[in-house]
């Protein structure tokens, strides 16, 4: 009878061998290398050299910090959606992938689901940290000298609504019905995309021409947006639900994470952070600070851009009634239950 050890061994052997390798040559790396310390694993050296602001204001690296931390929760975001979207990574425990799986399990989709919308829980909770957590004359000073970048420019926000819906629903909303029967080919999509709805946003107010804030995004990340869509026209979150049996597309628990990611991405997060921009730039009722002149106000509310992921999981008054006052009340009383 073998004794543990020497089964590990037998096993690293047969790992190694399976790929033409020398196991005793790993186990000599092995002697010599280092213990692994918190600080190197997380790159944590790295990580604090990633704030540099641009003006002397502390509150500036508030700013920073935040959107930074926004951003890794959108890749922890965007990192469950390529699973769903691979049908869940078949891996073995000795560590061998076996590639996607063919279909979708839904307690794994599930599980997912619900993981995506604690991020956005977190995110939408946390908000107070731009809303109520700066100074606001900094703030207003501070931002001049960041001009003409915008979390608007945020090329991972956008993929998650592209990971998550078809392209037809992130139309903007003015052409969204033209555009019910285009087929989801090449060609549809290259149509789709020229009425995407953020070339709504970022726009002057006065010209309705497109801000530079605008223009730069397009030029950076149009052609991998678009291409991203196309690659994702069949495993977006909706299409992989979709794909579901019946059944399984009915089960109670899977319908509400699905409204909830759709109202969390939709609904919650852009009021809390339309609040915010609010706070900052809207001195009084009707005055908007010098914002660099973009149509925030009519852009950022989410019932004017009504984006909704998954329009067939909500009810015609619900979708009425998006991102007003009735329909928040109505998915807060359902959080309770
Ligand atoms: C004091 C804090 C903030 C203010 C005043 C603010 C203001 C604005 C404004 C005015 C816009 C409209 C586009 C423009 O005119 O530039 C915008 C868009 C946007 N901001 Fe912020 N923002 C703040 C914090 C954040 C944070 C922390 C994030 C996280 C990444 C963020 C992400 C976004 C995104 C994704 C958009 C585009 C939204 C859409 O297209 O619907 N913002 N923001």
């Known amino acids: 009878m073998r004794n543990e050890s020497e089964e590990r061994l037998a096993k690293l052997e047969e790992k190694y061998a399976s790929m033409g390798q020398d196991m005793n040559a790993y186990l000599d790396g092995l002697l010599i290398s280092n213990y692994l310390p918190y600080w190197e694993y997380v790159n944590l050296d790295t990580l604090l050299t990633l704030q540099k602001p641009r003006t002397d204001f502390p509150d500036e690296q508030i700013f920073i910090m935040y959107h930074q931390i926004t951003e890794l929760y959108f ?3 965007l990192h469950e959606m390529e699973q769903i979207a691979h049908n869940g990574r078949n891996v073995l425990p000795n560590g061998n992938d076996l590639g996607w799986n063919d279909s979708l399990d ?3 989709l599930l599980e997912r689901l619900q993981r995506i919308n604690r991020y956005f829980d977190a995110l939408t909770q946390s908000y107070g940290v731009m809303e109520t957590g700066m100074d606001k004359e900094q703030f207003l000073r501070f931002r001049m000298a960041l ?8 090329a991972q926000y956008r993929k998650i609504e592209i990971c998550a819906t078809p392209l037809r629903n992130l139309v903007h909303r003015d052409h969204r019905d033209s555009f019910a029967a285009t087929a989801d080919d090449d060609k549809g999509m290259d149509a789709m995309f020229q009425h995407i709805y953020w070339k709504a ?6 010209t309705g021409k ?24 069949a ?23 699905m409204r909830l990611l759709d109202a969390n991405v939709n609904i919650n997060w852009p009021l809390q952070h339309y609040r915010t921009a609010a706070r900052y730039l809207l ?8 914002t660099g002149g973009t149509n925030w106000q009519q852009y ?22 998006w991102g007003r006052s009735w329909l928040i009340a109505q998915l807060n009383e359902a959080r309770k239950e």
């Open 283 to 290: 001195r009084d009722k009707d005055e908007v600070a010098a």
């Open 106 to 108: 839904p307690a794994f």
């Open 147 to 154: 001009l003409p970048a915008s979390g608007f420019q945020s």
């Open 210 to 233: 497109k801000t530079l804030t605008l223009h730069q995004f397009e030029q950076k990340y149009g052609a991998e947006l678009l291409n991203l869509a196309k690659d994702y026209r």
């Open 235 to 257: 495993k977006n979150i909706w299409a992989r639900y979709a794909s579901l049996p019946e059944t399984d597309r009915q089960r109670p628990e899977l319908v509400s994470q």
């Open 201 to 206: 946003g970022a726009t002057e107010i006065g």
């Open 300 to 321: 950022l509310p989410p019932r004017f851009m009504k984006r909704i992921f998954f329009p067939d999981l909500w009810t015609p008054q619900e979708k009425d009634e």
């Open 75 to 77: 890749r922890l975001a």
